[in-house]
């Protein structure tokens, strides 16, 4: 827990190759009440999209034994097949890959879906990349109606989706109840948005938010969305909590971290887990 908040752990903070009952374990024994799943552009974690029973059960009984739940999917994929591509068959395996991850999240109880707010990333954005890819959500908010499982943009580290009221550019054509914003502190600062007013703008439609460090985009560097050391970054994580303590936000938070080949990873997610147990108690004493 921070606070009276439910505090998960990203998947790919832990090395892949553990069972998903070690993970889900190794994320209680280091104090997270919640782990979230990837379903990014490799073939690996895609494939979980078209398990069979087998796979799915093995899945179950790892929740179950541990008592560890899977409440969100980053869903990524789209970054490689994404619904604003030029090529007809890669936005049909965009569409596909959006049905399949909602009903996998039907079938675990998996509540919200972490969308990629890329119309294309390996090609060059049109304005009918844009058209294809507002069609691409429309759709999807029509299905994640229809199954209640909720949609969730993330704040990227793209200019398309880099603040909440670009979400909200989005959000007015898709006036769905499914269809609401997951922001990151880290991307929404790297930016340089005034995150207090981003956060009160779109403090009705956040449904979690993620915790990590970034640096900063300047006129002369693009900035670092990924694998900043929390507390090396640009981001006042203490003035993020006070901004949505004051304005009632109860929902979850998600540490963001990735593991590399022959790191320290349990230190690593430990001492994250400490430098964000503090800053958050800064956040908490300065709004008393």
Same mark, same amino acid.
């Given at each position: 827990?921070?606070?009276?908040?439910?505090?998960?752990?990203?998947?790919?903070?832990?090395?892949?190759?553990?069972?998903?009952?070690?993970?889900?374990?190794?994320?209680?024994?280091?104090?997270?009440?919640?782990?979230?799943?990837?379903?990014? !552009? @490799?073939?690996?974690?895609?494939?979980?999209? /078209?398990?069979? #029973?087998?796979?799915?059960?093995?899945? &179950?009984? %790892?929740? =179950?034994?541990?008592?560890?739940?899977?409440?969100?999917?980053?869903?990524?994929?789209?970054?490689?097949?994404?619904?604003?591509?030029?090529?007809?068959?890669?936005?049909?395996?965009?569409?596909?890959?959006?049905?399949?991850?909602?009903?996998?999240?039907?079938?675990?109880?998996?509540?919200?879906?972490?969308?990629?707010?890329?119309?294309?990333?390996? !090609? @060059?954005?049109?304005?009918?990349?844009?058209? /294809?890819?507002? #069609?691409?959500?429309?759709?999807?908010? &029509?299905? %994640?109606? =229809?199954?209640?499982?909720?949609?969730?943009?993330?704040?990227?580290?793209?200019?398309?989706?880099?603040?909440?009221?670009?979400?909200?550019?989005?959000?007015?054509?898709?006036?769905?109840?499914?269809?609401?914003?997951?922001?990151?502190?880290?991307?929404?600062?790297?930016?340089?948005?005034?995150?207090?007013?981003?956060?009160?703008?779109?403090?009705?439609?956040?449904?979690?938010?993620?915790?990590?460090?970034?640096?900063?985009?300047?006129?002369?560097?693009?900035?670092?969305?990924?694998?900043?050391?929390?507390?090396?970054?640009?981001?006042?994580?203490?003035?993020?909590?006070?901004?949505?303590?004051?304005?009632?936000?109860?929902?979850?938070?998600?540490?963001?971290?990735?593991?590399?080949?022959?790191?320290?990873?349990?230190?690593?997610?430990?001492?994250?887990?400490?430098?964000?147990?503090?800053?958050?108690?800064?956040?908490?004493?300065?709004?008393?």
């Amino acid at each position: 827990m921070l606070g009276n908040h439910l505090l998960g752990l990203y998947e790919k903070a832990l090395p892949s190759a553990m069972s998903w009952e070690r993970r889900l374990q190794t994320a209680k024994d280091l104090g997270y009440d919640y782990v979230e799943i990837s379903i990014d !552009e @490799k073939d690996e974690r895609i494939e979980r999209l /078209y398990w069979d #029973d087998a796979h799915k059960d093995k899945l &179950r009984r %790892a929740i =179950k034994k541990t008592g560890v739940p899977i409440p969100s999917m980053c869903l990524s994929c789209h970054r490689r097949f994404p619904f604003g591509s030029s090529d007809p068959s890669i936005r049909a395996k965009a569409y596909e890959l959006m049905e399949k991850a909602i009903l996998f999240c039907r079938d675990f109880g998996i509540r919200v879906i972490q969308l990629a707010g890329y119309d294309v990333y390996y !090609e @060059k954005s049109t304005k009918e990349s844009l058209q /294809y890819f507002l #069609d691409g959500l429309v759709y999807s908010a &029509r299905l %994640a109606e =229809k199954y209640q499982v909720m949609l969730a943009m993330e704040i990227m580290d793209t200019e398309l989706m880099s603040s909440i009221t670009r979400y909200k550019q989005y959000k007015d054509e898709i006036p769905s109840p499914w269809f609401t914003v997951y922001p990151d502190l880290g991307n929404l600062t790297a930016w340089g948005n005034d995150v207090k007013s981003e956060l009160t703008l779109g403090i009705h439609d956040i449904v979690a938010v993620h915790l990590k460090d970034t640096l900063a985009v300047t006129p002369t560097f693009s900035g670092k969305f990924k694998s900043v050391t929390f507390g090396e970054g640009c981001v006042d994580f203490a003035k993020g909590f006070k901004i949505l303590e004051d304005l009632g936000y109860a929902g979850p938070y998600m540490m963001e971290m990735w593991y590399s080949d022959g790191m320290d990873w349990e230190d690593y997610i430990t001492k994250a887990k400490t430098f964000i147990e503090e800053r958050y108690m800064e956040g908490v004493a300065e709004k008393v």
